[in-house]
């Protein structure tokens, strides 16, 4: 079993998003993928909801037990936690548990998204005292090649830096695809295949894949 835990404290970063759509990936590359949704808002249990085919597996867990029960979904060749809001103990133990795989943070390219994202990392650094646990941020909502991405990237390198962590390389722009898929219960690699969007969530997959070795 590995594992991809999606987490960050700050709301609206597009985790539950990209959490989805990295699974259904995995499904079409004929992995039994589960999703915990251990965020209370319920995205990916919704996003499951109203999936029509029955290929997506998805628990949610909205105690503080993710890092003590994933080990009991090792039926599963992915496990892909979706987890945030807030810096509580349901967060941590979500941060823990990537202690089996890898974490991966989502950011938005701006300054004080960047400066949010900095309490995620500080949770981060005290788990890190308790379990070695890989951590990468992905820069989410991109509008690339502008000044105000430049100065993102140039304001996280800082963080990472500073608290041991990688940054991908698959950067995600700002698509409407993103959201119309979603709102349908598809991946965007099945909603438009030859789009942009599709090619972003391929590269990421292949680079998460390197990473992680399946």
Not at 41 to 69: C, N, Y
Not at 142 to 156: D, G, S
Request: aromatic share 8%; charged share 25%; glycine share 8%.
């Amino acid at each position: 079993m590995k594992t991809i835990v999606f987490a960050g404290q700050k709301g609206g970063i597009g985790k539950s998003t990209i959490a989805c759509n990295i699974a259904i990936k995995a499904i079409k590359s004929g992995k039994s993928t589960l999703i915990i949704d251990g965020d209370p808002q319920g995205s990916s249990m919704g996003f499951r909801a109203i999936r029509e085919t029955e290929d997506l597996k998805a628990v949610s867990i909205t105690q503080p037990k993710i890092h003590q029960d994933i080990e009991a979904f090792n039926n599963f060749d992915l496990v892909i936690v979706d987890a945030g809001g807030r810096d509580n103990t349901l967060l941590r133990s979500a941060i823990m548990a990537a202690a089996n795989g890898i974490l991966i943070i989502p950011v938005l390219p701006s300054a004080y998204d960047i400066w949010a994202t900095e309490d995620t990392f500080k949770i981060l650094s005290e788990a890190r005292v308790y379990k070695q646990i890989k951590a990468y941020a992905v820069f989410n909502r991109t509008i690339q090649n502008t000044k105000i991405a430049k100065e993102a990237h140039e304001e996280l390198n800082k963080l990472l830096t500073k608290y041991d962590i990688e940054s991908l390389n698959t950067v995600l722009s700002n698509r409407v695809d993103y959201s119309q898929s979603i709102g349908e219960g598809l991946g965007v690699i099945e909603y438009k295949p030859d789009g942009k969007a599709a090619e972003e969530i391929n590269e990421l997959y292949n680079e998460i894949a390197n990473i992680m070795e399946f």
